[in-house]
Structures are given as structure tokens and as C-alpha cells.
């Protein structure tokens, strides 16, 4: 009699503390394009970006199995769409009235995403204000979009990181990029630069297919915790200071 009590206690701490993970796994794409950094870091396994490091960390906490896939990034969209993926991460101000569409649903916010004019500190006087750029050579990456770019002469260079050679070369007085790739070019260029004004601002979340939405409370949970503990701070950190 003493053992079998033994025994569905076992069982049932056993039960307790075992993770208990998603029954489907969520297919994810591995290959973040190679101008989001330093959000993903193309073949770079020790320091994979921020999301690369923080995604497998965000699902495990959640107790969610990823299934791993290698679409080109451009692709990343048409997948989403056919359910060949299921989630991945944007920002809605990046949307037209923040709305990720019909097929999706998104996470709780995860990281702040702000654009700023960037300068050298030489010249950041003259920068402390948006309506500093009307009229002016504003250095941007060719591609994105920027709300305002009526209201200034575009110098679209190929990435953040040219942005940055293009300050220091005097090709341009000031630029507009996010914040965490700035900082992190300026870092891996020894080349300080001044965020300036601010742009605009928004976050960073999951965008995963409806179908999935009863995973969003577990998902939420894990970003809160992955705040809390300070995760997602180092993460960051460790790329931009």
C-alpha cells in the first residue's frame, strides 16, 4: 500500500514540474534579413542579433517547440501568409493604422523601437527637433519608409551601417535610423553618434497566425518574464553599449 502511494506521488511531482509544450510546434524562419541588424546577424552562431538570441529563450519559457525553417527573408511575408510560418516579429507603426491584417493576432509589446535623427555630437545643436529636417540632405536606407519624406531631400544609402561612414565622411550632417542599429554600428565602427531628435516610435511584437491565438497567454507570460528578470535589457545591451 506504501508503495503504490509512493508511486502516484511520484507520478504526479513528475507531472508537476515537467514542462508541458504546445502539441504543434510553431514554424518559424531562422534567416532575419541581413540589414536588421542588430536584430538578426546573418552566420554568426555565437552572436546570432537580438531576436535570434531571444526567440529560442521566449518560446522555451512559454513551453513552445519551434520548428525551424530557411525561407529567404524576403520571402518571410508570402510564407506567413500561406501558413508555410507562423509568426515572426514587425512593428505595427510600421502598418497602416497598426493593423497586421486579418490573419494575425500580436504578442504584448517586447522592445521599444525608436527612430531618430542621428548626427555627430559636434552637430547635434542643430538637430533637436523633426522640423529640423525640412528642406534638408537627410541620409535614409534605400527601401524604408519614412512617414515624412516629403518634407526632405532623401540620400538613400545601402544600410545603417553606411549611414554611419556617410556621418563621419561629412556626405551627409544628419540621417534617420532606428536606435539599436545605430548604436550598434556605432559600436562596431568605434564611430560615436548622437541620437538627436525623435522621429517616431513604436514596439517590437510577435505576429502569429490566428490559428495559434490560444498560445498568446502563455506567449505574453514569457515576454513578461523575460522583462522582469532582465533578459530581454542584457540582450539588448550586449549589442548596443
Request: hydrophobic letters at 40%; glycine letters at 4%.
Amino acid at each position: 500500500m506504501k508503495r503504490s502511494v509512493i508511486a502516484v506521488a511520484c507520478f504526479v511531482l513528475f507531472f508537476l514540474t515537467t514542462p508541458i509544450y504546445a502539441d504543434t510546434a510553431l514554424k518559424y524562419n531562422i534567416n532575419g534579413s541581413s540589414n536588421w541588424v542588430p536584430y538578426y546577424i546573418s552566420n554568426s552562431p555565437e552572436n546570432p542579433g537580438i531576436l535570434g538570441e531571444l526567440v529560442p529563450l521566449l518560446l522555451a519559457n512559454a513551453n513552445i517547440k519551434i520548428e525551424k525553417h530557411s525561407f529567404p527573408p524576403r520571402r518571410t511575408n508570402y510564407a506567413l501568409d500561406n501558413g508555410w510560418l507562423d509568426f515572426d516579429f514587425v512593428s505595427p507603426s510600421r502598418f497602416p493604422n497598426n493593423d497586421l491584417g486579418e490573419l494575425f493576432v500580436q504578442s504584448s509589446a517586447i522592445i521599444a523601437i525608436e527612430e531618430h535623427i542621428i548626427t555627430l555630437a559636434s552637430n547635434a545643436k542643430d538637430w533637436q527637433s523633426s522640423d529640423n529636417l525640412t528642406g534638408q540632405e537627410i541620409g535614409t536606407v534605400g527601401g524604408y519608409f519614412y512617414h515624412d519624406d516629403t518634407e526632405f531631400t532623401r540620400v538613400d544609402f545601402s544600410s545603417e551601417r553606411e549611414l554611419i561612414k556617410a556621418l563621419y565622411k561629412d556626405r551627409v550632417k544628419a540621417a534617420i535610423s532606428g536606435d539599436l542599429p545605430a548604436l550598434y554600428w556605432a559600436k562596431q565602427l568605434n564611430c560615436p553618434v548622437t541620437l538627436a531628435a525623435l522621429h517616431s516610435k513604436g514596439h517590437l511584437v510577435m505576429r502569429l497566425r490566428k490559428e495559434h491565438a490560444a498560445l498568446l497567454p502563455r506567449i505574453n507570460a514569457a515576454i513578461a518574464d523575460l522583462q522582469s528578470n532582465g533578459t530581454v535589457s542584457r540582450i539588448v545591451d550586449k549589442y548596443t553599449k
